[in-house]
Structure formats: C-alpha cells, structure tokens
C-alpha cells in the first residue's frame, strides 16, 4: 500500500482569485499557492481569514508566481503560525519583494478608510495583515531556478518550468515516490502565451499524470498577437499625428513592461513616431528593476538586447521614469506629444487619475485600456463611453477618444490552453480545472474530454481527491 497522496481545493475553484491548494503526502502538508481573495469586502475578509487547515501543521509552501491572487495571502499564513519556508523562483521572490508590502499598505488604508466612515457601534475593522508580517513572509522564501529539481521531502522532488504568464512565472512539476510507485503531478499555474515579448513561451512536459490547470480564458480566443500590435501602432500613431497624448492605464508588473517592450519595436520600425514614453510609477519602476535582475527569464530576442544595451533591454532612450509626485505633476504641463503609462489599471486609483483629470476633456487625445475592465470601475464607465465622469469627485466631461484592445492578456486562451495540453505526452490520466469561472471551466471541460482520454473535473471549494488511480 503507498502512502496516501491527496488534493484538496482551497481555493480558486470554480472563481478566477484566491488560489489555494493543499496536497497531502502521506502525513506531510504542501500548500501550494496562498493567493489573495478579491471580492467583495466582507466576503473577501471571511475567506482570507480562514483555512481549512492549521497553519502551524504544514510542512511546505510552494508558489506558481507573483501574482497577488497567487501569492497575496501567505503573510496571513504566516502570522497565523507558520513556520516553513516558502518556495519560489528568484523573480518571483524578487517581485513578492515589490507586491506584497504594497498590497499590506492598501489593506491599512483601506481600514483606515472604512473606520473613520463606520456607523456607531459597528465594530473597528483591523487589516488582513502589516508590513510587519509581509516581512516575516519575506524572510521564509527560498529561490529556485527553472529546470533545478530539488527535494521538498525524501520522497517528494519539485521542478519549476517556464510557464511563460509573468516575469518568474513556473510550470510546477511535483515528483511523488512510494512503495514502490510514482506520481508525476502537474501544477499549470497561470499559463501564459506563447510568442509574447519579452519572456519565453510556456513549456511541456512529459509524463503528467494528473494536472491541474488554470482555465480564465477557458471560453474564449484571444485577438491574434500581431493584429493587436497593429491596432496599438494606429491608435497610438493617430493621437500623435494630431499632437495628443496616450494615456494608458495599465498594471504596473508585467503589462507595463510588455507595452514599453511593443511600443519601442514600433517606434524603432517607424511605424510610430518618435515621442517620449512615459511610466509614471513608482511600483512599475521597481517592477522593471527586478525584470532587469532577472535575465534568465527572457526569451533570446530580449536577452540580446539585454546584453547589447549593457543591461538596460527597458531603459530604451526614448523611455522615462517618473517617480516623484512632482514630476508626475508636472507632465501634466506638457504640451507635446507623449505617452504616458500610468497606474492603476481600472483607473480605481493611482496616479492615471490625474492624468485622466487633465487629459480627458481635450478631444486630441487618447484614453487607452488594454486590460480588463471591471464592472463598477471608473475604467468601466470610460470604456463604456459614459461622460462626465466623476475624478476626485469633480464632473470631468470626456472629449478624448476612448480606445479598449482585447489582445493583450498574459493567459493563454482556449486555442492556446488546448495547444498546451497536446503537448504534454501522453496525455495526462485526470485534469482538474481551477481559476476559471464555472462557464469557462465547462467550455474548455468540453474540449478536453473531446481531444484527449483524460478524466476532467471541475472540482469545488474544499473537494479532496486521491490522486493515485
Ligand atoms: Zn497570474
């Protein structure tokens, strides 16, 4: 008899936030992503707060990526009691390094926010977790290289593959030895898409024999890569050509590195005029500071630029950091042609506020969204050709042209998801579908169970599986 070896979904089953998943090995405990809940505020809390398991009792924690709601919850974790390390590539650790105090010091304004508009008699709210324990989380990480297999436990060897989705981001290979028997154990992660710039494409693997995989994009197909170019080199040639600005709300890690990476291609290959780019962003400039620590995660074209610009593929001549309050002020002084790439990116908050404020009521301009919009946002009701809008509860009547591009996500779709399990020979013998709202999950379901013998699931919060058949 082998030891048992289970799954349970903690988290990010059935919904795109909060991935949490515990895997047992006989009597040893890995969590394997501790990711932050985002929804609304008393629900969010709820989860957040609670784990089906004692914190203290785990043995192991593993992260897929930097991403908040991959990663956002392990300070709570820790203040809870654990004690293990957390296990992670080198950029991911570098980029929890810039996420996780950022996300505590919102956590405390947001309380300080909530407390000072409470009704009398509701109790004082305190934050998820402080600075304090972000630190303590900090310290617990332990770096891995792609394709490094190390041992978690004497049975139990872990790789970290690219999963080409964000700076640092691992395909993660779990292999599970016992009397006598082996178990390969997938963990998708994010999966990202192939032919991106900057970093390399997702990679395969062989001899999965269960997977659990994202599926956010499970429903649906991406604009092709190279029409969406082609799109941001009109919008952006049209508003300079008629001296306006771009203003492009975009989140600082990640989609800030891959604009600046595409806009100075198009600019190099004249499609667009020259004018100066713009990150006004304190976190996208530190964001940009680890990509630069972090070389081996580049594909071979950014790699060459890395090494024949002398370790600056970001620092392109025509691109500038904006850093201070003041200098973000004064931009807004400029008359010329620019771009300006701002957070955040549904416009909830952060400096594009006052870029919008400035720029919206001047129809030679452009308001530029290449992410999601969520419903509620400021960056919704824009998309949505509402005006005025309110900014800092002001009326600001919209005359900019409002442009939204689709093709930009960093998760593969269902073309590219379906590509991606093809390539994992053979076939693996069960999949279970997580971070993906329930449409999506039963599309891609669908085509699965269609294209390989694999047994697919779409398990719930708190379902445990055996993982041997
Ligand atoms: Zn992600």
Not at 121 to 126: A, D, L, N
Not at 324 to 350: D, F, H, K, Y
Not at 382 to 396: A, H, K, Q, T, Y
Not at 415 to 422: C, I, N
Request: a negative charge; aromatic letters at 6%; one cysteine or more.
């Amino acid at each position: 008899m082998s030891e048992p070896l289970t799954i349970s979904f903690q988290g990010a089953a059935r919904t795109v936030t909060g991935s949490r998943h515990l895997i047992r090995c006989g009597s040893r405990r890995v969590l394997f992503d501790c990711g932050l809940y985002q929804g609304r505020r008393d629900e969010a809390e709820r989860i957040n707060r609670t784990f089906d398991f004692e914190p203290g009792e785990l043995d192991a924690a593993v992260v897929s990526h930097a991403h908040l709601d991959h990663t956002g919850n392990l300070p709570t974790l820790v203040a809870r009691g654990y004690r293990g390390a957390v296990h992670a590539t080198p950029a991911t650790a570098e980029l929890c390094g810039v996420l996780l105090p950022d996300s505590a010091f919102l956590m405390e304004r947001d309380v300080e926010h909530v407390n000072r508009h409470r009704h009398h008699g509701e109790p004082q709210r305190t934050p998820l977790y402080s600075p304090a324990d972000v630190d303590r989380t900090l310290e617990r990480l332990v770096n891995h290289g792609y394709h490094d297999t190390w041992t978690l436990f004497e049975n139990v060897r872990v790789t970290y593959l690219d999963a080409g989705h964000i700076l640092g981001s691992a395909f993660t290979l779990i292999d599970v030895e016992s009397e006598g028997r082996r178990l390969r154990l997938g963990m998708s992660g994010d999966v990202g898409r192939a032919g991106r710039p900057i970093l390399r494409d997702p990679e395969s693997a062989s001899g999965v024999d269960v997977l659990v995989m994202e599926c956010t994009y499970g429903d649906r197909e991406h604009p092709a890569a190279a029409e969406t170019v082609r799109q941001l080199g009109e919008v952006v040639e049209r508003t300079l050509g008629r001296g306006g600005r771009v203003l492009i709300p975009a989140f600082a890690v990640g989609r800030t590195q891959e604009l600046v990476a595409t806009l100075h291609d198009l600019m190099s290959r004249k499609i667009v005029r020259e004018a100066p780019i713009y990150v006004d962003s304190p976190m996208a400039w530190r964001a940009t500071q680890a990509y630069r620590h972090h070389p081996e995660c580049f594909d071979d074209a950014t790699r060459r630029a890395f090494e024949e610009r002398d370790g600056e593929p970001f620092g392109f001549d025509r691109l500038h950091y904006v850093v201070t309050v003041e200098q973000s002020r004064a931009l807004n002084e400029r008359r010329a042609p620019c771009i300006v790439i701002a957070a955040s990116g549904m416009c909830e908050g952060g400096r594009i506020l006052h870029h919008l404020q400035h720029g919206l009521p001047e129809a030679r301009n452009t308001v530029l969204f290449v992410g999601f919009q969520a419903e509620g946002t400021l960056g919704r009701r824009l998309r949505d050709g509402m005006s005025p809008v309110n900014i800092f509860g002001e009326p600001i009547e919209r005359r900019a042209e409002v442009v939204a591009l689709d093709g930009f996500s960093a998760h593969a779709d269902q073309r590219e998801l379906l590509a991606w399990v093809a390539m994992l020979k053979p076939a693996p013998r069960a999949i279970y579908l997580v971070h993906g709202e329930p449409g999506p999950a039963e599309a891609l379901a669908g085509r699965l169970r269609e294209r390989f013998p694999s047994e697919v699931r779409i398990p719930r919060r708190g379902e445990e599986f055996s993982l041997w058949n």
